[in-house]
């Protein structure tokens, strides 16, 4: 059956730097694009990037451009977030997920199917 599994969460104080991973097993990964989200306390699951089979096309959301990078690796399965210049808001469990209903946007969770079981990053101030 199909897993993801992530890792790479934990405690880091403001502007310090975590990288998250998400290992996916049961499928041909590069079938497929890829997407992170996150849910803080108290608050709806919000879109963070989406990345394209291939690796070329990636896509942010505006809270996280130009700190977060997201990237594959195909031939390892995984998908990467690259967490740059953390902000205490950006505190929440971080959630992959494989893009399965391509008629949805790149932002809409109802685009996805599989979800990991999530990584929780905590930033203090």
């Known amino acids: 059956q199909v897993q993801l599994v992530e890792s790479g969460g934990g405690l880091v104080q403001a502007g310090g730097s975590l990288r998250l991973s998400c290992a996916a097993s049961g499928l041909t990964f590069s079938n497929y694009n890829m997407g992170w989200f996150r849910q803080a306390p108290g608050k709806d699951r919000e879109y963070v990037a989406a990345?394209?089979?291939?690796?070329?096309?990636?896509y942010y959301a505006d809270s996280v451009k130009g700190r977060f990078t997201i990237s594959r690796d195909n031939a390892k399965n995984t998908v990467y977030l690259q967490m740059n210049s953390l902000k205490p808001e950006d505190t929440a469990v971080y959630y992959c997920?494989?893009?399965?209903?391509?008629?949805?946007?790149?932002?809409?969770?109802?685009?996805?199917?599989?979800w990991g079981q999530g990584a929780t990053v905590t930033v203090s101030s």
């Open positions: 997920a494989i893009k399965r209903f391509p008629s949805y946007g790149d932002s809409d969770p109802r685009g996805y199917d599989y």
């Open positions: 990345i394209s089979r291939s690796g070329i096309r990636t």
